[in-house]
């Protein structure tokens, strides 16, 4: 409703949530992230929904929650299987089988079969220099 309200057609209405997107990931602000997530998600673009799992499994701006982390990881699956672009590199190819894998730990806990590597179903992260 709220995006409704804002009077924007849905293409511009999804680039604005692109670039907030973009710019909460530059601030560190979960928030505007998650925000921005959720509406290119209600946008009928349902592989950002990889982003409300990270949050999600992370507690980044929400509380932990692993179940509905997953269920967010599958719902992005679902869109790469059905041939959806990737919201996040789309040259890697292993990508899906990343999230697969992050999901099963989440759903079961660390497993070196599913590419876990016995951290308790933390998701990797990178630092990224200036």
């Not at 670039?19 to 602000?29: F, I, N, Q, S, T």
């Not at 009928?44 to 929400?62: K, S």
């Not at 070196?112 to 590597?117: D, P």
Request: hydrophobic share 40%; with cysteine; charged share 15%.
């Amino acid at each position: 409703e709220i995006a409704a309200d804002t009077g924007m057609p849905p293409d511009e209405l999804g680039g604005t949530a692109l670039v907030c997107l973009g710019v909460g990931y530059r601030a560190e602000a979960p928030g505007t992230v998650l925000g921005a997530a959720l509406v290119l998600v209600g946008l009928d673009t349902p592989v950002y929904g990889e982003v409300v799992g990270h949050h999600l499994a992370l507690g980044l701006g929400v509380p932990t929650e692993p179940v509905l982390a997953s269920q967010w990881y599958d719902s992005a699956l679902d869109a790469l299987e059905a041939g959806a672009d990737p919201a996040f590199l789309p040259m890697m190819a292993t990508r899906p089988a990343l999230l697969r894998a992050q999901t099963g730990r989440l759903d079961n806990g660390p497993s070196k079969a599913a590419g876990g590597s016995g951290d308790g179903g933390k998701l990797p992260s990178f630092g990224i220099t200036k």
